[in-house]
């Protein structure tokens, strides 16, 4: 089966990381300019788009993703097209991501003209990352093979893409989007219309409590960034974060989570009422067997194992290994 071609409807920085990330995949790509511009704009702003793409494609071979001798053939893959050129690359297409500004008039006008040009099968994906697919779907003509996909910045390199699909989306067009980005070596995950998605709405609670941290002196900025890069991301990176909670137990959380917002005075540290559940049924994680994850037909030590391992690759990957005598 033929990969499936590919359309970015707006060439700015996701279009573009889009493109790279299919053409890398063996996709043919149409980046489709939305705005009207003059034949000598067009032409400025289609070099500029292809020198970045070729750019970012060497710096990738480069850093040894690659071969070298790839680039300018994935490069090759990628059509740039004019506003007025978008009904056939639009109609060419099996899959469409809106890909523009993140104002509801912007997406408004991507939408009309993608309905009125994609091919009656084509899953059509915006790429938002602050309104929601409930509030999009109804701008969609045939609603159903529309859904979010969320990527993560730089989408070339970013393994995870938060699909969110609206109600009136067909479960078989999340399935089918799923399944092409999981041939393209990507991890998608299925989340519900909510703010935030998943990725956002935690890193901006981790962020701000950075960031009031830099604020209140707690340690210098770089130090804090030493922490989150070697304490706080090193972990999250091998354990998931409910999977973590599990791992050191889920009535650390609590207590740690009850003396946090008794010494602080602040109820943002308190503990939710999904892990105050949990420790009322003695749901407590890895050592009860039973958390968030259900352990019990799991043979724990070798879970244990290929989580450490795993740790220990880390380690050696970051050149942190620890020092042996």
């Known amino acids: 089966m033929s990969a499936p071609v590919i359309a970015a409807a707006g ?4 279009g573009r990381g889009i493109a790279v990330t299919f053409a890398m995949a063996g996709h043919k790509v149409h980046l489709v300019d939305l705005k009207p511009r003059s034949d000598a704009e067009f032409d400025a702003l289609a070099a500029s788009a292809a020198a970045e793409i070729a750019a ?4 990738l071979a480069n850093i040894g993703l690659f071969a070298p001798s790839k680039s300018g053939e994935m490069a090759n893959r990628v059509e740039i097209h004019p506003l007025g050129a978008s009904a056939g690359a639009l109609g060419a297409s099996e899959v469409i991501f809106e890909a523009v500004p993140e104002t509801l008039d912007a997406k408004r006008e991507a939408f009309s003209l993608i309905g009125r040009h994609a091919a009656g099968e084509a899953i059509i994906a915006s790429t938002t990352s602050t309104i ?3 509030d999009l779907a109804p701008l969609v003509q045939r609603p159903g093979r529309f859904l979010n996909a969320h990527w993560l910045n730089p989408a070339f390199l970013v393994p995870l893409v938060e699909l969110s699909p609206a109600e009136e989306t067909d479960p078989d067009v999340t399935a089918r989007l ?6 393209i070596g990507k991890i998608p995950i299925v989340c519900k219309p909510s703010p935030g998605f998943v990725v956002p709405r935690i890193q901006i609670l981790a962020m701000n409590e950075a960031a009031r941290m830099a604020e ?3 340690a210098s900025v770089e130090d804090i960034d030493k922490a989150t890069k070697y304490g706080f991301g090193f972990r999250f990176a091998i354990l998931g974060m409910l999977e973590f909670i599990d791992w ?4 650390i959380l609590y207590h740690a989570s009850n003396y946090m917002s008794r010494t602080t005075g602040d109820d943002r540290y308190e503990a939710p009422a999904i892990v105050k559940r949990n420790m009322e049924a003695g749901r407590t994680g890895l050592q009860a067997r039973s958390g968030f994850l259900d352990y019990r037909s799991m043979d ?3 879970y244990r194992r ?5 740790f220990v690759g880390m380690l050696d990957h970051l050149g942190l290994s620890p020092k042996i005598k």
Request: proline share 3%; no cysteine; charged share 30%.
């Open 11 to 14: 060439a700015g920085r996701m």
């Open 56 to 59: 970012t494609l060497d710096m």
């Open 132 to 134: 929601l697919s409930n």
């Open 306 to 310: 290929k989580r450490l391992g795993a």
């Open 248 to 251: 050191g137990g889920g009535d």
């Open 178 to 183: 799923k399944a092409i980005l999981e041939d």
């Open 216 to 218: 209140e002196g707690v």
């Open 300 to 302: 724990i030590e070798p």
